[in-house]
């Protein structure tokens, strides 16, 4: 459902992301690890259409031109972002926001708008997920949220909003034991056949609860190997010194079962 | 990065909706200023001996006066002798009533959303419309009277309650209060009353619109609102005026008097014309708002100001009676080449009086935008508290926010708070708004909205929606 080829991205003049190619199908969950600065994050927003990258290659997802389109274009094509920092939007009530963002990419996709009683249900289940309360959607959007919360905000956001592809950047860095838990269970109960998902992360922790379908390593803007959820194991244990600083012909043979490079 | 910001400029820019104007047949009065304008406004309007007086004292006050030049706006020199001080719309005869509006007014009030026909009301809002200088129509007068409530233009009032006029004009603000204030009691031509009795509660909001259509004029309205013991009124006004090249002078007085335990809540929701983008024409608007707060009385200021190309304006209030409370919330946005000072002053005489001051300015385009707040105690008020938070956003980079606080305190028991914050609208707000599917504009209409969550939350229910649409309006722009 998405397809990237030869991706290439530069910010002022830095070429971060270097030709990179990425296949992701139906109801697939991918893993992409990598060291910092190798372009994680670059690739998070280059998809979801940030501003200011210099960009070059092809991104259809479901066959549309991803990179023709602005931001909430691609939203109404289906795909959401979690964000590494959540925005914080003081005097925007939170369930307000949520009801715009999803009347928005109803109405873009020629969709009447949901019913006040309709959202609230739905609002309801979404809180269920991330195990908050009601009140949770009476704050403003993300404002004086604790660290853990807003990355729960986000994934009450996908529950709602529904999306194709998820990509999501880092959601579980700065979170306690109990809520990277929920945000796993979370992001695992909207898990579907007509729902693919990018997991940007750093760590093992969250892979464990999730169980990735695939693991890429990213390193300098490309990907240098790609297997399954054992992968990620191996760079828990060895870190990614047997990627950086070696041309690709230099990594050195492993086995890993089932590795797809 | 510069395309984004070019953008976030044009949002700023937009279409003023108003902008049209009524053929109406007008009796103007020649440009100029002397005693025998003061004379002819007198006559047209049929005043007591003792109105006049008091006017041609304010002239002499005003002729006396320099025009202050303390704030911080850049603003041509006015010509006060080439405005005519007189317009007023000529009745039209009527076959089934003389109460009957004409209906071209009636149609200029509909294009505007402000229906006069009392069945048409759908809120339960009591009107005064103003056109130029003289008050038109006031809906709703026998039901408020049923309350004993008093609504009805000033000129009305001058004659049917001379007395309660008599006692009260003049007694906030006084003639030589400033040069503004002197010009407008000199020749100020209508404007609305009203006399809440001990102990009501007015059952519906009343609300006076201004219009200004004539060229050349100035406008000049003066308001009165009495609030005696334990009463209670919440009140609107709302401003338009059509585009024009020329710049035109709005100076307006308002006095309000809380009697004991009256509390007075006083909205406005001012859309003069800005002018254009290149500060052509557009409405000068000096206003004076006072309020008397008498002991455990509450006065109230909630102000939206998106139109004029300048605003000059500091409603106050004076806290009067120990235990009195006053309040002043603004939301002020400067667009195109738009300049507004404005903000509150609050008086401590009373002891343990209370004051809240929330003040939030919007610069986008070429404007400026400046808070300008006085907060006194004065040696008797014990333990008096203010508390100040001045908010400024930025959109775009040839904008500007001040904030000018002054704070005198006199009684050392008094404690004054002051916070105050400049942001701009961060390209990361707006690219988190668009990733969940919303459009450039709808994002920044709602980032803006809520900056001014505080403030709209103070507003009567029907025109906070009615405010955050003008908002919205005000930031529309070319995008998309």
């Not at chain 2, 035109?248 to 859309?271: G, M």
């Not at chain 2, 919330?329 to 209370?354: N, P």
């Not at chain 2, 001040?402 to 942001?423: D, L």
């Amino acid at each position: 459902m998405l397809h990237v080829e030869n991706l290439t991205a530069s910010i002022g003049g830095t070429q971060i992301l270097k030709g990179l190619d990425l296949a992701i199908g139906e109801g697939e969950v991918h893993a992409v690890m990598g060291p910092n600065g190798s372009g994680k994050s670059t690739l998070a927003h280059a998809l979801a259409g940030r501003e200011g990258y210099e960009l070059s290659g092809r991104v259809t997802l479901d066959g549309a031109d991803l990179l023709d389109l602005e931001p909430e274009e691609r939203a109404a094509a289906g795909l959401f972002m979690g964000f590494q920092y959540p925005v914080e939007i003081p005097g925007v009530n939170n369930m307000y926001f949520l009801r715009t963002a999803l009347n928005s990419v109803r109405k873009a996709r020629g969709d009447d708008e949901i019913s006040a009683r309709d959202f609230l249900g739905l609002a309801r289940e979404a809180l269920e997920l991330v195990e908050m309360k009601q009140d949770f959607l009476n704050r403003a959007v993300n404002a004086g949220f604790s660290g853990g919360e807003k990355k729960r905000n986000e994934i009450l956001q996908m529950a709602i909003m529904q999306p194709r592809l998820a990509v999501l950047d880092e959601t579980d860095s700065g979170l306690d034991i109990d809520a990277l838990r929920i945000i796993a269970s979370g992001i695992n109960s909207l898990r579907g056949p007509e729902r693919s998902m990018i997991v940007i992360t750093h760590y093992q922790r969250l892979l464990d609860y999730l169980k990735p379908d695939f693991v890429h390593v990213l390193v300098d803007g490309r990907i240098v190997e790609s297997g399954d959820h054992t992968l990620a194991t191996h760079l828990e244990d060895h870190g990614y010194a047997d990627f950086v600083n070696h041309d690709l012909d230099d990594v050195p043979d492993r086995s890993l079962s089932g590795a797809a490079s | 990065m510069t395309d984004q910001r070019l953008e976030l400029e044009q949002l700023a820019e937009a279409g003023y909706e108003y902008g049209f104007t009524t053929d109406l047949d007008t009796d103007i009065a020649p440009p100029g200023l002397d005693e025998g304008t003061i004379r002819l406004i007198s006559a047209k309007k049929n005043e007591p001996d003792w109105l006049l007086e008091w006017r041609l004292k304010a002239l002499a006050a005003w002729q006396a006066m320099e025009e202050p030049d303390w704030a911080k706006l850049e603003i041509d020199p006015i010509d006060y002798q080439s405005i005519s001080y007189w317009a007023a719309p000529k009745p039209k005869p009527q076959l089934e009533s003389m109460d009957e509006v004409d209906p071209e007014i009636r149609e200029m009030f509909d294009k505007l959303g402000i229906p006069l026909h009392e069945q048409k009301m759908l809120s339960n809002v009591a009107v005064d419309a103003i056109v130029d200088s003289v008050s038109v129509t006031t809906t709703f007068k026998e039901t408020l009277a049923e309350a004993g409530v008093i609504f009805c233009s000033f000129s009305e009032a001058v004659n049917d309650h001379p007395d309660l006029v008599r006692e009260h004009l003049g007694s906030v603000v006084p003639v030589r209060d400033n040069y503004f204030a002197a010009l407008n009691s000199a020749v100020f031509s209508d404007g609305s009353f009203c006399y809440i009795p001990a102990g009501v509660r007015c059952p519906m909001e009343l609300s006076t619109y201004f219009r200004i259509n004539s060229q050349n004029t100035g406008q000049f309205e003066r308001t009165l609102i009495v609030a005696e013991e334990g009463s209670h009124v919440s009140y609107l006004e709302g401003c338009t005026a059509p585009m024009r090249d020329e710049n035109q002078l709005h100076a307006a007085v308002v006095e309000l008097v809380a009697k004991d335990r009256a509390e007075i809540k006083y909205s406005t929701v001012q859309n003069w014309y800005p002018g254009d983008e290149n500060g052509v024409g557009g409405i000068y608007n000096f206003v004076t708002k006072r309020g008397r707060a008498h002991t455990d009385a509450k006065i109230s200021w909630t102000q939206v100001e998106t139109g004029s190309a300048i605003t000059w304006k500091y409603p106050s209030v004076i806290l009067q009676g120990d235990r009195s409370v006053g309040e002043f919330y603004s939301v002020a946005l400067s667009s195109k080449r738009q300049q507004a000072d404005t903000g509150t002053k609050m008086v401590h005489i009373g002891a343990d009086t209370t004051s809240t001051i929330i003040s939030k300015g919007i610069s986008a385009g070429r404007g400026q935008n400046t808070y300008r707040g006085l907060v006194k105690t004065m040696r008797s008020a014990e333990n008096a508290r203010n508390y100040t938070q001045c908010d400024s956003l930025l959109l775009g980079k040839d904008c500007g926010a001040n904030t000018i606080p002054y704070i005198e305190v006199k009684n050392p028991t008094a404690q004054v708070e002051h916070e105050a914050s400049t942001s701009t609208v961060g390209e990361d707000q707006l690219y988190y708004c668009r990733q969940r599917g919303m459009s450039e504009e709808d994002a920044m209409s709602m980032i803006v909205n809520g900056f001014c969550r505080e403030v709209f939350d103070e507003l009567p229910m029907e025109f906070a929606v009615e405010a955050q649409r003008l908002l919205s309006v005000s930031l529309e722009g070319s995008v998309g």
